[in-house]
């Protein structure tokens, strides 16, 4: 006798449908690009974050204090560079924090919580700049050593017993010709700035500030950077003039200078 043995059919597993794989391939292909546009921005946050940690900053200018060099919610942009690795010349335009009493206490009311986390991640990139009512702008007139004065009798500052002609950037009232309307003969510290605003008469400056602890001077550790362009508005777009050349004939602040 013949016996037959039939096997168990083993079920087969159903294969998906041209449709169901299009969709698959579709679902996948829009997860993958997702994630690398997700990459991308992370990329592009962290770039971003790193150079407005190290290298540039932006700010905004909230007063008329450095007219007509800036205006008035001009966005500039600062080179940080310079504090870490370089020295500054006489003439260059700065951005420094407070050094203690220049600015009144803000008075500002506080914002929601989702506006200030948005203006943060804004200011990682660069995009903002909340901090800008706490830092101020201001020209360099006088180095550490320096021995600066106002006014002679045309109107000048001195440096070192050097006049030093500002016609091509201060702004003064109709009618006055002198540099400063308050006299000041100081010599700079060491490790410090004297600083002055272009509007020369409507400028909170180093002269205004002798009566705070630090008599007016800036401490080189307080200073973010230089500025070297405004970026906002489009039409005043443009790299910032430092006029050098205007101190060029400035000597060396001598080593017997008395400190005062």
Not at 69 to 79: A, G, P, Q
Not at 225 to 249: E, I, K, N, Q, S
């Given at each position: 006798?013949t016996?037959?043995t039939?096997?168990?059919a083993?079920?087969?597993?159903s294969?998906?449908s041209?449709?169901?794989?299009?969709?698959?391939r579709?679902r996948?292909?829009?997860l993958?690009?997702?994630?690398?546009?997700?990459v991308?921005?992370?990329?592009?946050?962290?770039v971003s974050?790193l150079v407005?940690?190290?290298?540039?900053?932006?700010f905004?200018?909230?007063?008329?204090?450095?007219?007509?060099t800036l205006?008035?919610n001009d966005r500039?942009?600062?080179?940080e560079?310079?504090?870490r690795f370089g020295?500054?010349?006489?003439g260059d335009i700065?951005?420094f924090?407070?050094?203690?009493?220049?600015?009144?206490?803000s008075?500002?009311p506080?914002?929601p919580p989702v506006?200030e986390a948005v203006?943060?991640?804004?200011?990682?990139?660069?995009?903002?700049?909340p901090?800008?009512d706490?830092?101020?702008v201001k020209?360099i007139?006088?180095?550490?050593?320096?021995?600066?004065?106002?006014c002679?009798?045309?109107?000048q500052?001195?440096?070192?017993?050097?006049?030093v002609?500002?016609?091509?950037?201060?702004k003064l009232?109709?009618?006055?010709?002198?540099?400063?309307?308050?006299?000041f003969?100081?010599?700079?510290?060491?490790e410090?700035?004297?600083v002055l605003?272009?509007?020369?008469y409507?400028?909170?400056d180093?002269?205004?500030?002798?009566?705070?602890?630090?008599?007016?001077?800036?401490?080189?550790?307080?200073?973010v950077?230089?500025?070297?362009?405004?970026?906002?508005?489009?039409?005043?777009?443009?790299m910032?003039?430092f006029?050098h050349?205007?101190?060029?004939?400035?000597?060396?602040?001598?080593?017997?200078?008395p400190?005062r």
């Amino acid at each position: 006798m013949t016996t037959e043995t039939t096997a168990s059919a083993e079920p087969t597993p159903s294969q998906p449908s041209a449709g169901e794989a299009t969709i698959h391939r579709r679902r996948r292909g829009w997860l993958t690009f997702l994630r690398d546009v997700l990459v991308i921005i992370l990329i592009a946050v962290l770039v971003s974050f790193l150079v407005k940690t190290f290298l540039v900053r932006s700010f905004y200018i909230p007063s008329g204090s450095m007219e007509d060099t800036l205006h008035i919610n001009d966005r500039i942009l600062v080179d940080e560079i310079t504090p870490r690795f370089g020295s500054y010349d006489r003439g260059d335009i700065v951005v420094f924090q407070d050094p203690g009493g220049w600015l009144p206490p803000s008075s500002e009311p506080a914002r929601p919580p989702v506006i200030e986390a948005v203006d943060w991640v804004l200011s990682l990139v660069g995009l903002s700049a909340p901090d800008s009512d706490d830092h101020l702008v201001k020209r360099i007139i006088g180095l550490p050593g320096d021995h600066v004065v106002c006014c002679n009798p045309l109107g000048q500052v001195t440096i070192n017993g050097v006049p030093v002609d500002e016609t091509d950037y201060i702004k003064l009232p109709s009618g006055e010709s002198a540099a400063s309307g308050d006299p000041f003969d100081i010599v700079v510290p060491e490790e410090s700035l004297w600083v002055l605003g272009d509007n020369r008469y409507r400028s909170k400056d180093s002269r205004y500030n002798q009566d705070q602890p630090g008599k007016g001077f800036v401490p080189l550790e307080n200073v973010v950077g230089r500025a070297f362009l405004v970026t906002w508005p489009l039409d005043r777009f443009g790299m910032l003039d430092f006029h050098h050349d205007d101190f060029a004939g400035v000597p060396e602040p001598s080593a017997e200078e008395p400190a005062r």
